[in-house]
């Protein structure tokens, strides 16, 4: 059975750019979660997404947003880049939605780089 | 503001040695303490802890958590060279949020 899978795996953009980053849960999960990890810190949450619906979201500027498809894969969005975006995107699956998920699994990530 | 932090920051051994990695966190409405590992990209799942004193085990590794005093202990007994890993640890709250801290870097020798 597939992972979590997202893409790309590696990005490069340029300041002021966009950027939409794409994943694909676990079949048979209806939960994305979306962290953003920068070199030498923990991953940040910054959205979960439950059926279609925001079920949570990080301290994030509205730069930052997010949506989640009928077949739950789910999409995140950076508008206007800014060097410190620049991070490993990590998205993750789970079964449950309400609230954090407390067994989920991520993908590999998307490495975005802000020139 | 809900805190995780991770000690040390980073840690070097030697083959068959044990190491304890410490995860303190100050948070409102706690659920649910996980531990991960974290290789290349993808952190894997190795524990979720809710309830104090009841030790998690699986091979080589276990993890225990004190919520009176909001910390929890990872251990690894008999360290091999694949231990070597970045190693997070994250809380999760009631109202919906979920704190990793900056994580332990784990370096085994042979």
């Known amino acids: 059975d597939a992972g979590v899978t997202q893409s790309p795996t590696h990005l490069i953009k340029t300041r002021g750019q966009h950027v939409t980053l794409r994943c694909s849960p676990i079949?048979?999960?209806?939960?994305v979660s979306w962290y953003q990890q920068v070199l030498g810190q923990g991953p940040q949450f910054i959205f979960q997404?439950?059926?279609?619906?925001?079920?949570g979201r990080g301290n994030f500027p509205d730069r930052f947003s997010a949506r989640q498809f009928p077949n739950y894969s789910s999409e995140l969005n950076v508008n206007a880049l800014l060097l410190g975006d620049s991070a490993l995107y990590l998205c993750?699956?789970?079964?449950?939605?309400?609230?954090?998920?407390?067994?989920?699994?991520f993908g590999p990530g998307t490495r975005l780089l802000v020139l | 503001e809900d805190k995780v932090v991770q000690s040390p920051l980073s840690l070097v051994v030697h083959e068959g040695d044990t190491v304890t990695l410490n995860c303190s966190y100050e948070?409102?409405?706690?659920?649910?303490l996980l531990w991960y590992k974290q290789e290349k990209k993808a952190p894997t799942f190795l524990f979720m802890l809710t309830s104090s004193g009841i030790e998690k085990k699986s091979g080589r590794l276990s993890s225990i958590l004190d919520k009176k005093e909001l910390f929890s202990i990872l251990n690894i007994t008999a360290t091999q060279t694949g231990d070597s890993a970045i190693y997070l640890c994250a809380v999760n709250t009631n109202a919906g949020k979920s704190t990793f801290g900056d994580g332990t870097t784990l370096t085994v020798k042979p």
């Open positions: 997404y439950y059926e279609k619906e925001e079920r």
């Open positions: 948070v409102t409405n706690f659920r649910s």
């Open positions: 993750a699956s789970s079964l449950e939605g309400r609230g954090p998920p407390e067994t989920q699994y």
């Open positions: 079949s048979g999960h209806k939960s």
